[in-house]
């Protein structure tokens, strides 16, 4: 089946500093990369849309200077968190659409990222 | 814009029992799919629908693509304790882009 590898799994880093977030389709072509940011409790929220080769869209009131997302290949697409600050806190989730998905519909998850800022 | 109500938001059963959990919007949508979510992991695909009217299962779990296009449910039979999880209901309408429900949290009690 298809498997979507997010790397870290979780990463503490200091207020100001960046953060960079990578999403791998391992079996598969992803033509288009999801990321979501998660809050505690809380529902997945999307963030941006990317495709390969081109900018990424990015949802409403998501910054996109702050949250840069590249996907510059079939396979990788990265999100960085630019000087992160403690309400940057969050887990990021990417999805990963393409040929190779066991359902239908083809959307695989990565296993997210813990992003702590102190 | 979209959302998507999910409820109950949380459920305390004990194992064995059913559950049953829905998914309404005030929108229409042409793909509903519901998901697990484990702590600390990614959703995991459970059941998708393609189709108004339609039900299908996986195992214990059964859903169904409310005949309005606007609602979806969820059931899980005999509950086990690995069930324990936060379940999403997810729908998309022509677009890429899956709007996630708000979750319901399930516990199991052996």
């Known amino acids: 089946g298809a498997v979507v590898s997010q790397h870290p799994s979780w990463v503490i880093c200091k207020s100001g500093t960046s953060v960079k977030i990578e999403c791998r389709s391992l079996?598969?072509?992803?033509?288009?990369m999801f990321w979501y940011r998660q809050f505690p409790k809380q529902s997945l929220m999307l963030m941006a849309t990317s495709n390969e080769g081109s900018k990424a869209t990015y949802e409403q009131g998501v910054e996109k200077d702050k949250f840069l997302i590249n996907h510059a290949s079939l396979t990788l697409s990265t999100l960085t968190v630019t000087s992160a600050h403690p309400e940057d806190s969050s887990f990021y989730i990417c999805s990963a659409l393409g040929a190779g998905g066991n359902d239908r519909y083809g959307y695989t998850f990565g296993s997210g990222t813990r992003l702590t800022v102190v | 814009g979209q959302q998507l109500n999910q409820s109950p938001q949380s459920m305390f059963i004990q194992e064995g029992e059913d559950v049953s959990m829905n998914c309404t919007s005030s929108s229409i949508f042409n793909t509903w799919l519901w998901y697990k979510q484990d702590p600390g992991e990614g959703p995991v695909l459970l059941i998708a629908?393609?189709?108004?009217?339609e039900l299908t299962s996986n195992g214990r779990l059964t859903a169904q693509f409310g005949i309005t296009r606007k609602d979806s449910f969820l059931n899980i039979s005999a509950s086990i304790p690995s069930d324990v999880g936060i379940y999403f209901c997810a729908a998309t309408y022509n677009t890429d882009k899956l709007i996630f429900g708000t979750g319901t949290r399930l516990q199991v009690f052996p």
């Open positions: 079996d598969f072509q992803a033509t288009t």
């Open positions: 629908l393609y189709k108004a009217g």
